[in-house]
């Protein structure tokens, strides 16, 4: 998607880069939304930390960083320990993360029967390939779920922009280009379908306010922030039209694990009426979970509640502390929303209702294991 | 209710105070939750500036402060000109407070016909007892609340504390003492039952996590500050036995118009058998109003949503921003709560369904006009 009117990715080969000095950069997104910066990875060390600071952050694209990262390893030591070092060290840094963990068995897989002269020169291949499929699940993602956005145009008689509501950030910023819920509304903005999207700041981390609004500024997509309260209010006063979200994780049935507070935004889209869309790669369906009740809801350290970041008005990064000293608090990261508020999956092969007749319907392969 | 072990109001008339002198004292809530700060009000400059720089907040408690500071402005001038130039300067501090505009006229009825030889004892006298009123309306919101409390106890056999959700400050704080929302949580706490308390922080403004926490805190009860994208998972997972909500405004078919976020709540309790209560003193009924749809939302400065105050590590006070520079944001201060997802209103006179019916029951008086 553009920055500064230009297309950009999360992740690529630096310009000039060459096989003796390898060169990797990535936006630093911790300094987003206040400043654009660009991080130059030139080893392990720098793409490890990379990924545990959250330079990078969003499941598929720590993926891709973390292919990158055993190709700069091998730069320096292509040797069979030089490569299980790198793979060891890279999957220490966020260990929860699904995409992290097959991109490091991806990368072994593909490394470690070749011959360390060989290995560097593969390693990039197989990262530039990495991302390149991320970037074609997106788009395929926005390609399936344009047709949903053009009939909301039209069921509102090209009266007005298509208003959508996204919570937390499941853009291009969390993958490698196009992300998951908003690739839809950048083929649909790219499509000249007007569009305004709400976009919720989404507490704790507010990656809403900071990263969502940001890169929809950057690409010119009408947006307004909002607190995570309003959503509600929004939708009984007929101003939203679809709402889309990401997904962290799938049931085999539908129900969707994603940011904390989705499920509200899920119940308030039904009680209105508003369509609700969970749009995901095929990889977060966890076919091995009958139903969302079974997924681990991870707890976070309260000092994400307790304080908050942000820019002083000399463009100083600060943390403030928001509850009194002696008030503990409690910081839930995500929550489930059930299949029966979820109108629709949105996947690379296609929409389809959230079911496991739905999603077996798309992804037919797995019929014998959900057997 | 306490602070550092000691029974407080939010207003008072200060020790020492005499007729020649008055002196009205109280609590700086802008200087909550890091520091608590008595602020001395000594003439209607200050009492006006009081209420309209929020010291003072919280429709009861701002009518209280508004008496008050006509009685400090009758030690000065106890003219007539003086008592219309207090009401005037008192009634621009805060246009929108229904308390306020009431207790102004109930100050101008009680002193016009005076002498103004007698206005400054006579103000005093009706200030004090319009404190007390709200303190008596409160305790009897808390009496009436209380059972509710007991029964949830008693539901879940004893075997761990009552875990109630509320949203935003209905607290002490927003009234002269005991609250609305918390008062039945202050007088359960006081009678011996075991409670816990999740206290949604309640953006963009935060009084939940800056005022409710301290009074809560403060009163020795337990709690927990979460963020507002919490409390369905929390209702989903069974961790929340009830919630109790204040409100701005309630219509005679009992919609309710609370703070923003009220609404998404109440679905999620209607959505996991969670009663959802709403406590209310009878002045904020408006029997005018058919059903909630009419009550107009305040639309707030979107400041309030791009930046945030807190505390530093040294203790200042710091603002910092929070949203992309270009993105635009909207502040909704309020939404509505259809009548159908409140499983009960908690007044001063008892507890009733949230329906025109259920609200007459309790109210007869208002039978004729609302037919």
Redesign the interface.
């Known amino acids: 998607m553009n920055v500064n009117g230009r297309p950009t990715r999360t992740i690529w080969l630096a310009p000039g880069s060459t096989l003796a000095a390898p060169v990797v950069e990535i936006i630093d997104q911790t300094r987003l939304?206040?400043e654009f910066a660009i991080a130059r990875l030139t080893g392990l060390d720098h793409a490890a930390r990379a990924i545990r600071d959250m330079q990078v952050r969003g499941a598929p694209l720590i993926g891709a960083a973390a292919a990158y990262g055993v190709a700069l390893a091998m730069a320096r030591d292509a040797s069979d320990p030089g490569l299980d070092h790198a793979v060891a060290t890279l999957g220490a840094t966020r260990p929860t993360a699904v995409n992290l963990t097959w991109a490091l068995a991806e990368m072994h897989r593909a490394l470690a029967e070749l011959a360390p002269s060989q290995r560097l020169a593969a390693a990039l291949d197989r990262a530039a390939a990495i991302a390149d499929e991320d970037v074609a699940i997106n788009r395929g993602i926005g390609d399936c779920g344009l047709p949903l956005i053009e009939a909301a145009f039209l069921a509102k008689a090209r009266s007005g922009p298509v208003a959508v509501l996204t919570h937390c950030n499941a853009g291009w910023l969390a993958t490698v280009d196009w992300g998951t819920a908003l690739a839809p509304i950048y083929r649909a903005h790219d499509a000249g379908i007007p569009l305004h999207v709400w976009?919720d700041?989404?507490?704790?981390r507010?990656q809403g306010?900071?990263l969502t609004?940001?890169e929809?500024?950057q690409h010119g997509v009408p947006?307004?922030?909002?607190?995570?309260?309003?959503?509600?209010?929004?939708m009984?006063r007929g101003e939203v039209d679809l709402c889309i979200t990401g997904t962290d994780r799938t049931a085999a049935n539908g129900d969707v694990a994603n940011?904390?507070?989705t499920?509200?935004?899920a119940?308030?889209a039904h009680?209105n009426t508003v369509p609700f869309y969970v749009a995901l790669p095929s990889p977060t369906i966890d076919w091995t979970l009958e139903n969302g009740d079974a997924i681990p809801?991870e707890r976070r350290d309260a000092r994400e509640?307790?304080?908050?970041?942000?820019?002083?008005?000399d463009g100083r990064r600060?943390?403030?502390?928001?509850?009194?000293?002696?008030?503990?608090?409690?910081?839930?990261a995500?929550?489930?929303t059930p299949a029966r508020l979820v109108s629709a999956l949105i996947t690379e092969r296609g929409v389809c209702p959230a079911s496991r007749d739905g999603l077996l319907a798309l992804f037919p392969e797995h019929r014998r294991r959900a057997a």
Chains 1, 2 share one sequence.
């Open positions: 939304p206040h976009v700041e989404t507490r704790p507010n306010a900071s609004a940001w929809l500024g947006h307004t922030v909002i607190v995570d309260n309003a959503g509600g209010h929004l009984r940011k904390i507070g499920y509200l935004k119940l308030a009680d809801i509640v307790t304080h908050i970041a942000g820019w002083t008005e600060a943390e403030v502390r928001l509850t009194p000293a002696e008030s503990p608090a409690a910081n839930f995500f929550d489930v």
